[in-house]
């Protein structure tokens, strides 16, 4: 069964065209990789599956219904979004922060319920952050910011996760740490994930498959050994590659080398 299905989706802003006619499909419990250089249209892609932005043309399916049918409160339930900076650095607590997630379940005056305290703490257990409950965000680093973020988007309870480039301020402890989180988090809940990414060999490592975009365009979609072709990347990136297999995960890893 697929969860989300694109078909011909094309965005234009003004005189633009960001996306041009782009499908795809995600399963069910899969973690799909976007990749491709700068200026590719990778985040435009997942505003579009968020419904940040409208498509100009082509439809958008999200477990066999129409994007634009869900009421904004059903589609946070269904899906939710962490962005590359994380939470902003406010004067409130992580689990306040956290707590945040549980909005589309309320009302105008609810309050939050032992079964929302219950889904907070679980967030906060399952993103290692209960020691750090009752500090301020404004007192965290990035990388723990980031894991607030996450921790907030898994207290949604959504089937599925967008993540558009998590990792691209971390050092690579914290990129590690926010990808085994997503990872675990689809294991746990059979969660379907979409994941921007800049970094290749952790595409590699964390995705089932890849699309690979350049100028607006999905100029590949496939498996992992399919899409980490030195050619293919080649003629995308401008830059030829060496392909290797990593040595534990025995799956394609990239490696540059300097020019003569």
């Known amino acids: 069964m697929h969860m989300i299905q694109a078909t011909d989706v ?11 006619n782009i499908s795809f499909q995600v399963r069910r419990g899969e973690t799909l990789g976007i990749i491709g250089p700068n200026g590719s249209g990778k985040s435009s892609l997942i505003k579009v599956i968020s419904r940040l932005f409208v498509p100009s043309t082509g439809s958008i399916l999200l477990d066999e219904k129409p994007l634009v049918s869900y009421s904004s409160k059903m589609l946070a339930r269904k899906m ?10 406010l004067p409130i607590t992580v689990e306040e922060a956290v707590a945040m997630g549980r909005y589309p379940y309320h009302g105008f005056f609810r309050r939050n319920t032992a079964q929302d305290a219950e889904v907070i703490q679980h967030a906060l257990a399952r ?14 680093s990035g990388g723990e910011r980031q894991r ?8 949604q309870e959504p089937e599925v996760l967008l993540l558009d480039e998590p990792t691209t301020y971390l050092d690579i402890g914290y990129q ?3 990808l085994n989180l997503v990872r675990e988090w689809r294991r746990e809940t059979d969660g379907t994930a979409v994941l921007v990414l800049h970094d290749l060999n952790l595409a590699a490592q964390y995705c089932d498959r890849l699309i690979l975009m350049e100028n607006g365009r999905m100029t590949h979609s496939g498996t992992i050994e399919e899409t980490m072709e030195a050619q293919l990347l ?9 392909i290797v297999t990593h040595p534990n995960l025995q799956i394609p890893q990239i490696l540059l080398e300097r020019s003569s």
């Not at 094309?10 to 041009?20: A, C, D, T, V, Y």
């Not at 939710?80 to 650095?89: K, L, R, Y």
């Not at 607030?148 to 207290?155: S, Y």
């Open 10 to 20: 094309s965005l234009q802003i003004g005189q633009r065209e960001i996306l041009s």
């Open 80 to 89: 939710a979004v962490v962005s590359q900076e994380g939470m902003a650095p």
């Open 127 to 140: 993103t290692g952050l209960e020691a750090m409950a009752c500090k301020l965000l404004e007192q965290l």
């Open 148 to 155: 607030v973020a996450i921790a907030c988007a898994m207290a």
């Open 176 to 178: 590690i740490g926010i």
């Open 234 to 242: 080649s003629d995308v990136y401008g830059v030829k590659p060496l």
